[in-house]
Protein backbone atom coordinates (compact mmCIF):
# COMPACT_ATOMS: atom_id res chain seq x y z
CA UNK A 1 0.00 0.00 0.00
CA UNK A 2 1.41 3.46 -1.02
CA UNK A 3 1.66 5.71 1.74
CA UNK A 4 1.13 9.76 0.71
CA UNK A 5 3.73 12.20 1.89
CA UNK A 6 2.25 14.31 4.52
CA UNK A 7 2.87 18.06 3.58
CA UNK A 8 2.34 20.80 6.41
CA UNK A 9 0.11 23.04 5.67
CA UNK A 10 0.55 26.26 4.58
CA UNK A 11 0.43 28.95 6.70
CA UNK A 12 -2.61 31.43 6.33
CA UNK A 13 -2.50 35.05 5.21
CA UNK A 14 -3.08 36.08 8.59
CA UNK A 15 -0.13 34.18 9.89
CA UNK A 16 1.72 35.55 7.41
CA UNK A 17 1.06 39.33 8.25
CA UNK A 18 1.75 38.82 11.68
CA UNK A 19 5.32 37.50 10.99
CA UNK A 20 6.08 40.30 9.34
CA UNK A 21 4.96 42.83 11.77
CA UNK A 22 7.13 40.95 14.13
CA UNK A 23 10.18 43.73 15.55
CA UNK A 24 12.77 42.67 17.83
CA UNK A 25 12.94 44.30 21.58
CA UNK A 26 15.62 46.60 20.55
CA UNK A 27 13.04 48.40 18.40
CA UNK A 28 9.43 48.77 20.38
CA UNK A 29 8.71 52.83 20.11
CA UNK A 30 10.70 54.83 22.76
CA UNK A 31 7.18 55.93 24.59
CA UNK A 32 6.31 52.69 25.58
CA UNK A 33 9.92 51.91 26.74
CA UNK A 34 9.54 55.05 28.72
CA UNK A 35 5.90 53.79 30.45
CA UNK A 36 7.76 50.92 31.36
CA UNK A 37 10.59 52.02 32.81
CA UNK A 38 9.53 55.27 34.64
CA UNK A 39 8.39 52.34 37.08
CA UNK A 40 11.11 50.68 37.76
CA UNK A 41 13.90 50.99 40.48
CA UNK A 42 17.14 51.63 40.32
CA UNK A 43 18.15 47.78 40.70
CA UNK A 44 15.82 46.98 37.73
CA UNK A 45 17.46 50.04 35.65
CA UNK A 46 20.82 48.68 35.52
CA UNK A 47 19.58 45.40 34.70
CA UNK A 48 17.38 46.85 31.88
CA UNK A 49 20.78 49.22 30.21
CA UNK A 50 22.48 45.56 29.82
CA UNK A 51 19.55 44.40 27.27
CA UNK A 52 20.61 46.32 24.30
CA UNK A 53 21.89 49.39 23.15
CA UNK A 54 18.36 51.20 22.79
CA UNK A 55 17.11 49.87 26.34
CA UNK A 56 20.38 51.55 28.01
CA UNK A 57 19.87 55.03 26.13
CA UNK A 58 15.90 54.82 27.06
CA UNK A 59 16.56 54.08 30.65
CA UNK A 60 19.37 57.02 30.93
CA UNK A 61 16.89 58.97 28.70
CA UNK A 62 14.59 58.12 31.96
CA UNK A 63 16.40 58.52 34.80
CA UNK A 64 17.83 61.71 33.66
CA UNK A 65 14.18 62.91 34.24
CA UNK A 66 14.41 62.12 37.84
CA UNK A 67 15.51 64.54 40.21
CA UNK A 68 15.47 62.94 43.84
CA UNK A 69 17.73 63.22 46.11
CA UNK A 70 19.72 59.80 47.73
CA UNK A 71 21.43 59.00 50.94
CA UNK A 72 24.62 57.54 51.24
CA UNK A 73 25.34 55.83 54.59
CA UNK A 74 28.78 54.83 55.49
CA UNK A 75 29.71 52.23 57.89
CA UNK A 76 31.18 53.01 61.92
CA UNK A 77 34.70 53.46 61.47
CA UNK A 78 35.88 50.46 63.57
CA UNK A 79 33.34 48.17 61.68
CA UNK A 80 36.20 45.40 60.09
CA UNK A 81 33.34 43.40 58.28
CA UNK A 82 31.27 45.95 56.47
CA UNK A 83 34.50 48.47 55.67
CA UNK A 84 34.29 48.32 52.37
CA UNK A 85 30.84 48.32 51.84
CA UNK A 86 28.35 51.29 51.70
CA UNK A 87 24.65 51.30 51.17
CA UNK A 88 22.06 53.79 50.02
CA UNK A 89 18.75 55.04 50.37
CA UNK A 90 16.18 55.94 47.21
CA UNK A 91 13.24 57.63 48.62
CA UNK A 92 11.45 56.30 45.67
CA UNK A 93 11.61 52.85 46.86
CA UNK A 94 10.80 53.53 50.74
CA UNK A 95 11.08 49.49 51.27
CA UNK A 96 14.85 49.26 49.64
CA UNK A 97 18.24 49.52 50.83
CA UNK A 98 20.78 48.74 48.27
CA UNK A 99 24.38 47.73 49.61
CA UNK A 100 27.21 48.22 47.40
CA UNK A 101 30.67 46.81 47.36
CA UNK A 102 33.99 48.45 46.55
CA UNK A 103 37.28 46.41 46.61
CA UNK A 104 39.69 49.29 46.00
CA UNK A 105 38.06 51.40 48.70
CA UNK A 106 37.25 51.86 52.42
CA UNK A 107 34.74 53.13 53.52
CA UNK A 108 34.63 52.98 56.84
CA UNK A 109 37.95 54.74 57.11
CA UNK A 110 36.52 57.86 55.24
CA UNK A 111 34.26 60.88 56.01
CA UNK A 112 32.20 62.63 53.01
CA UNK A 113 33.20 66.53 52.88
CA UNK A 114 30.77 67.61 49.71
CA UNK A 115 29.30 65.56 47.05
CA UNK A 116 28.58 66.73 43.38
CA UNK A 117 26.48 64.32 41.27
CA UNK A 118 27.92 60.97 41.78
CA UNK A 119 31.26 62.34 42.53
CA UNK A 120 32.23 62.53 46.50
CA UNK A 121 35.20 64.51 47.95
CA UNK A 122 36.44 62.61 50.98
CA UNK A 123 38.85 62.94 53.79
CA UNK A 124 40.25 59.45 55.58
CA UNK A 125 41.73 58.94 58.75
CA UNK A 126 45.53 60.19 57.98
CA UNK A 127 43.73 63.60 56.31
CA UNK A 128 44.21 62.85 52.50
CA UNK A 129 42.43 64.21 50.22
CA UNK A 130 40.55 62.61 47.18
CA UNK A 131 37.69 62.07 44.79
CA UNK A 132 35.35 59.16 44.14
CA UNK A 133 32.80 58.25 41.72
CA UNK A 134 30.21 56.48 43.76
CA UNK A 135 29.08 53.60 41.00
CA UNK A 136 32.35 53.49 39.00
CA UNK A 137 34.59 53.46 42.02
CA UNK A 138 37.13 55.83 39.81
CA UNK A 139 39.24 57.51 42.31
CA UNK A 140 41.21 61.07 42.43
CA UNK A 141 44.17 61.50 44.99
CA UNK A 142 44.39 65.18 45.63
CA UNK A 143 47.66 67.23 46.67
CA UNK A 144 48.71 66.58 50.31
CA UNK A 145 47.45 69.18 52.02
CA UNK A 146 50.22 70.83 54.16
CA UNK A 147 51.37 71.45 50.34
CA UNK A 148 50.46 74.96 50.27
CA UNK A 149 51.86 77.76 48.24
CA UNK A 150 50.74 81.40 50.20
CA UNK A 151 51.32 82.59 53.40
CA UNK A 152 49.21 80.08 55.84
CA UNK A 153 51.89 77.43 55.95
CA UNK A 154 50.65 73.54 57.09
CA UNK A 155 53.23 71.10 58.63
CA UNK A 156 52.41 67.26 59.51
CA UNK A 157 54.14 66.51 62.56
CA UNK A 158 52.72 62.81 63.01
CA UNK A 159 51.86 60.12 59.66
CA UNK A 160 48.10 59.32 61.87
CA UNK A 161 47.07 63.77 60.94
CA UNK A 162 48.66 65.59 63.59
CA UNK A 163 49.20 69.51 62.25
CA UNK A 164 50.68 72.72 62.83
CA UNK A 165 48.95 75.84 61.49
CA UNK A 166 50.60 79.76 61.06
CA UNK A 167 49.96 82.72 59.07
CA UNK A 168 53.23 85.27 58.72
CA UNK A 169 51.12 87.90 58.33
CA UNK A 170 48.35 87.53 61.44
CA UNK A 171 49.62 89.21 64.25
CA UNK A 172 46.94 88.27 66.93
CA UNK A 173 47.80 84.25 66.54
CA UNK A 174 51.93 84.69 65.62
CA UNK A 175 52.33 80.98 67.20
CA UNK A 176 51.15 78.05 65.50
CA UNK A 177 48.36 76.18 66.31
CA UNK A 178 48.30 72.69 66.99
CA UNK A 179 45.32 70.20 65.73
CA UNK A 180 44.55 66.42 64.57
CA UNK A 181 42.56 66.36 61.04
CA UNK A 182 42.69 68.41 58.67
CA UNK A 183 39.13 68.74 58.70
CA UNK A 184 39.38 70.65 61.85
CA UNK A 185 40.53 73.47 60.66
CA UNK A 186 38.98 73.17 56.86
CA UNK A 187 35.67 75.35 56.34
CA UNK A 188 32.87 75.26 53.71
CA UNK A 189 34.87 72.42 51.05
CA UNK A 190 32.91 72.42 47.67
CA UNK A 191 34.14 70.98 44.45
CA UNK A 192 33.26 70.40 40.26
CA UNK A 193 34.02 68.10 38.32
CA UNK A 194 33.51 67.06 34.39
CA UNK A 195 32.04 63.75 33.83
CA UNK A 196 33.40 63.38 30.31
CA UNK A 197 37.18 64.79 30.71
CA UNK A 198 38.02 64.90 34.32
CA UNK A 199 38.58 67.90 34.74
CA UNK A 200 37.83 69.72 38.26
CA UNK A 201 38.45 71.85 40.67
CA UNK A 202 38.36 71.77 44.50
CA UNK A 203 38.32 74.52 46.99
CA UNK A 204 37.96 74.92 50.88
CA UNK A 205 38.42 77.56 53.54
CA UNK A 206 41.78 77.15 55.51
CA UNK A 207 41.28 78.24 59.19
CA UNK A 208 40.47 81.85 58.77
CA UNK A 209 43.29 82.79 57.08
CA UNK A 210 42.72 82.04 53.13
CA UNK A 211 40.46 80.21 50.18
CA UNK A 212 42.81 77.19 49.04
CA UNK A 213 42.07 75.54 45.66
CA UNK A 214 43.33 73.11 43.41
CA UNK A 215 42.71 71.83 40.21
CA UNK A 216 43.34 68.95 37.68
CA UNK A 217 47.12 68.53 37.11
CA UNK A 218 48.10 70.64 40.50
CA UNK A 219 50.48 69.08 42.93
CA UNK A 220 50.11 71.85 45.52
CA UNK A 221 47.27 73.98 46.56
CA UNK A 222 47.34 77.65 45.78
CA UNK A 223 45.88 80.22 48.20
CA UNK A 224 43.42 83.52 47.62
CA UNK A 225 43.86 85.62 50.69
CA UNK A 226 40.86 86.68 53.25
CA UNK A 227 41.34 90.38 54.69
CA UNK A 228 42.06 90.23 57.94
CA UNK A 229 39.95 91.90 60.68
CA UNK A 230 36.49 90.82 59.71
CA UNK A 231 36.34 88.26 62.80
CA UNK A 232 34.36 85.68 60.89
CA UNK A 233 32.10 82.98 62.01
CA UNK A 234 30.55 81.70 58.95
CA UNK A 235 32.13 80.14 55.72
CA UNK A 236 29.55 79.66 52.65
CA UNK A 237 30.80 78.81 49.15
CA UNK A 238 29.61 77.88 46.10
CA UNK A 239 31.58 77.26 42.95
CA UNK A 240 29.45 77.09 39.64
CA UNK A 241 30.18 77.77 35.82
CA UNK A 242 33.83 77.89 36.23
CA UNK A 243 33.01 80.55 39.17
CA UNK A 244 33.71 81.09 42.71
CA UNK A 245 30.87 82.49 45.11
CA UNK A 246 31.69 83.30 48.62
CA UNK A 247 30.34 84.37 51.64
CA UNK A 248 31.91 85.66 54.42
CA UNK A 249 29.84 86.78 57.53
CA UNK A 250 29.90 87.90 61.33
CA UNK A 251 26.20 89.01 61.88
CA UNK A 252 27.15 91.57 64.39
CA UNK A 253 29.62 92.98 62.66
CA UNK A 254 29.34 92.78 59.31
CA UNK A 255 30.66 90.17 55.98
CA UNK A 256 31.12 90.46 52.66
CA UNK A 257 30.23 88.52 49.07
CA UNK A 258 32.91 88.47 46.25
CA UNK A 259 32.85 86.67 43.03
CA UNK A 260 36.06 84.89 41.70
CA UNK A 261 36.14 83.83 37.84
CA UNK A 262 38.30 80.51 37.41
CA UNK A 263 38.22 80.05 33.43
CA UNK A 264 41.92 81.25 33.18
CA UNK A 265 45.05 80.16 34.91
CA UNK A 266 44.98 82.27 37.78
CA UNK A 267 41.65 83.18 39.64
CA UNK A 268 40.33 87.19 39.07
CA UNK A 269 37.82 88.64 41.76
CA UNK A 270 35.10 89.98 39.30
CA UNK A 271 32.48 91.49 42.03
CA UNK A 272 32.77 92.58 45.35
CA UNK A 273 29.75 93.83 48.11
CA UNK A 274 29.72 94.51 51.53
CA UNK A 275 27.23 92.67 54.00
CA UNK A 276 26.03 94.39 56.62
CA UNK A 277 25.62 93.41 59.94
CA UNK A 278 22.24 92.78 61.51
CA UNK A 279 21.78 94.81 64.78
CA UNK A 280 18.26 92.93 65.61
CA UNK A 281 20.81 89.56 66.34
CA UNK A 282 22.05 91.51 68.92
CA UNK A 283 18.74 92.49 70.40
CA UNK A 284 17.57 89.97 73.59
CA UNK A 285 15.10 87.27 72.35
CA UNK A 286 11.71 88.12 74.36
CA UNK A 287 9.68 85.01 73.37
CA UNK A 288 9.32 81.97 71.13
CA UNK A 289 7.46 84.64 68.93
CA UNK A 290 10.07 85.70 67.39
CA UNK A 291 11.90 84.50 64.08
CA UNK A 292 15.23 83.41 65.36
CA UNK A 293 17.96 83.06 61.63
CA UNK A 294 19.30 79.46 61.97
CA UNK A 295 21.22 79.80 58.93
CA UNK A 296 22.54 82.14 55.92
CA UNK A 297 23.54 80.54 52.45
CA UNK A 298 24.67 81.95 49.53
CA UNK A 299 22.78 80.44 46.51
CA UNK A 300 23.75 80.68 43.07
CA UNK A 301 20.28 80.29 40.12
CA UNK A 302 20.36 79.37 37.14
CA UNK A 303 21.12 82.64 34.62
CA UNK A 304 23.88 83.55 37.71
CA UNK A 305 22.21 85.42 40.17
CA UNK A 306 23.25 85.69 43.54
CA UNK A 307 20.94 85.22 45.99
CA UNK A 308 21.26 85.40 50.01
CA UNK A 309 19.46 83.33 52.00
CA UNK A 310 18.02 83.04 55.57
CA UNK A 311 16.47 80.00 57.03
CA UNK A 312 13.80 80.93 60.05
CA UNK A 313 12.39 79.09 62.68
CA UNK A 314 10.21 79.45 65.32
CA UNK A 315 8.49 77.84 68.38
CA UNK A 316 4.39 78.07 68.45
CA UNK A 317 2.52 76.24 70.89
CA UNK A 318 5.34 73.54 70.86
CA UNK A 319 5.51 73.35 67.41
CA UNK A 320 8.42 73.82 65.01
CA UNK A 321 7.92 76.84 62.42
CA UNK A 322 10.15 77.03 59.84
CA UNK A 323 10.01 80.00 56.97
CA UNK A 324 12.78 81.54 54.17
CA UNK A 325 13.59 85.50 53.56
CA UNK A 326 15.79 85.77 50.22
CA UNK A 327 17.39 88.39 49.36
CA UNK A 328 19.05 89.02 45.49
CA UNK A 329 22.46 90.27 45.99
CA UNK A 330 23.77 90.76 42.38
CA UNK A 331 22.47 89.90 38.87
CA UNK A 332 24.83 87.98 36.33
CA UNK A 333 28.03 90.12 38.06
CA UNK A 334 26.03 93.27 38.41
CA UNK A 335 25.39 94.75 42.48
CA UNK A 336 21.90 94.98 43.37
CA UNK A 337 20.52 97.63 45.63
CA UNK A 338 21.20 95.59 48.74
CA UNK A 339 17.88 94.36 50.70
CA UNK A 340 15.67 93.65 47.14
CA UNK A 341 13.71 90.85 48.36
CA UNK A 342 12.68 87.63 46.25
CA UNK A 343 9.12 86.43 46.79
CA UNK A 344 9.67 83.74 43.63
CA UNK A 345 11.75 81.58 42.01
CA UNK A 346 9.43 81.27 39.12
CA UNK A 347 10.09 77.86 37.42
CA UNK A 348 13.16 76.59 39.25
CA UNK A 349 13.41 75.40 42.53
CA UNK A 350 16.24 75.91 45.64
CA UNK A 351 18.41 73.53 46.99
CA UNK A 352 19.38 75.61 49.88
CA UNK A 353 21.94 73.21 51.25
CA UNK A 354 23.94 72.32 47.89
CA UNK A 355 23.32 76.22 47.27
CA UNK A 356 22.34 76.28 43.53
CA UNK A 357 18.76 76.23 41.95
CA UNK A 358 17.43 73.81 39.02
CA UNK A 359 14.95 73.57 36.86
CA UNK A 360 11.45 72.09 37.59
CA UNK A 361 9.13 71.60 35.37
CA UNK A 362 6.43 68.80 34.25
CA UNK A 363 8.74 66.72 32.21
CA UNK A 364 11.35 66.71 35.70
CA UNK A 365 10.12 64.23 38.30
CA UNK A 366 11.32 65.21 41.70
CA UNK A 367 11.04 69.12 42.33
CA UNK A 368 8.29 71.61 42.55
CA UNK A 369 8.96 75.24 41.15
CA UNK A 370 9.37 77.67 43.46
CA UNK A 371 9.44 75.78 46.27
CA UNK A 372 13.20 75.63 49.00
CA UNK A 373 14.71 72.04 49.71
CA UNK A 374 16.58 71.88 52.85
CA UNK A 375 18.14 69.31 55.24
CA UNK A 376 16.99 68.86 58.37
CA UNK A 377 18.62 66.52 61.28
CA UNK A 378 16.07 65.32 64.08
CA UNK A 379 18.71 64.19 66.79
CA UNK A 380 15.45 62.73 69.35
CA UNK A 381 14.54 60.01 65.80
CA UNK A 382 18.02 59.83 64.90
CA UNK A 383 16.68 60.75 61.35
CA UNK A 384 17.91 62.56 58.81
CA UNK A 385 14.98 63.85 55.98
CA UNK A 386 14.41 66.45 53.22
CA UNK A 387 11.56 69.07 53.90
CA UNK A 388 10.23 71.49 51.46
CA UNK A 389 8.98 75.13 51.87
CA UNK A 390 6.54 76.62 49.12
CA UNK A 391 7.64 80.92 48.59
CA UNK A 392 4.14 80.67 47.09
CA UNK A 393 1.88 79.32 49.82
CA UNK A 394 4.61 79.99 52.40
CA UNK A 395 3.22 76.91 54.95
CA UNK A 396 5.84 76.76 58.05
CA UNK A 397 5.33 73.47 59.36
CA UNK A 398 8.30 71.21 58.45
CA UNK A 399 6.61 67.82 57.15
CA UNK A 400 9.59 65.41 55.83
CA UNK A 401 9.16 65.28 51.98
CA UNK A 402 12.07 61.98 52.24
CA UNK A 403 12.65 60.52 55.62
CA UNK A 404 15.45 58.26 56.92
CA UNK A 405 15.65 57.17 60.40
CA UNK A 406 19.45 55.79 61.33
CA UNK A 407 20.41 52.93 63.33
CA UNK A 408 21.86 55.29 65.75
CA UNK A 409 23.78 58.65 66.41
CA UNK A 410 26.77 57.79 65.01
CA UNK A 411 25.85 56.61 61.63
CA UNK A 412 23.47 59.91 61.71
CA UNK A 413 26.67 61.77 62.40
CA UNK A 414 27.83 59.47 58.99
CA UNK A 415 24.65 59.92 56.10
CA UNK A 416 24.34 62.13 53.37
CA UNK A 417 22.41 63.46 51.01
CA UNK A 418 23.55 63.81 47.22
CA UNK A 419 21.73 64.20 44.29
CA UNK A 420 22.90 61.33 41.63
CA UNK A 421 23.86 62.69 38.03
CA UNK A 422 22.65 60.17 34.91
CA UNK A 423 23.66 60.86 31.73
CA UNK A 424 21.62 61.28 28.57
CA UNK A 425 22.49 59.13 25.63
Given at each position: ?????QQ??????K????R?S??PW?????DLL?????R?G??????V???CR???S?A??????K?V??L?????E????ET??C????PE???????????V??F??????A?????L?M???W?????L????????Y?P????QLG??KV????SR???C???V???H???P??F?G???V???????I????K?????W?L?????V????????????Q??L??F?????????D???YY?????R??G??????F??????ET?HCD??????L???IT?????????????????G???K?ER??K??????????????V????F????????YS???E?????L?????????????????????????????????VF????K????????K????S?H???R?R????S????
Open positions: MEMKKNPKPSNLRRRDWKSELPSNLVFELYADFRRESVSWCARRCLAKQPWILLPDDDKIHWRFFNEKEKLYRMRADFQANSTILTHGNWLVDHSDLYINLFTHEKILEVESTTERTTGNFISNNDHWPRTKKINMMRSPVFWDEGTEYVVLVGDWCVYSKKGDVFWNQIIPGYIERFEMVFKHKLLFLNPYACIKIFDSGEIPQFVPANPSLQPSNDSWRIWRTKLVVTINDVLVLFYEQEVRLCSFRVYKCSSGSNKYGEQVLGDAMLFDGVTVLANDDIVGFKRNSIYYNVISHDENATQICNLETEMKEEPLHFVCSEQLGAWFLPFKQT
